[in-house]
């Protein structure tokens, strides 16, 4: 599954509606572009709690996603911790990809 996600992101990524680092994505939420944040399950905690407070606040999903190694890899960039999609359809996609390798690895 998690291939399935990365791939996603990396679409999502080449179609330009990926906005990656803290930073951008914090511009991303405050703008109301982002439709799904993902953050890396290694990323300080520092970087956790600030893009959580965004995204609770401006009512932004959010998930917790592989490595910020993972996560670079596959939007062709070097290690990102987190990451805005733009674009509503790659969104839905990637959240019901993510929920579901959820549910497989809990069960």
Partial sequence: MQDRVLSMLGMAAKAGAVASGGFLTEKAIKEHKARLVIIASDASGNTRDNISNKTTFYKVPLCFYGTKETIGHAIGKAD???????????????????EASSSVQSE
């Fill in 80 to 98: 990102r911790s987190c990451v805005a999609v733009l674009d509503r359809g790659f969104a839905d996609s990637i959240r019901k990809l993510v």
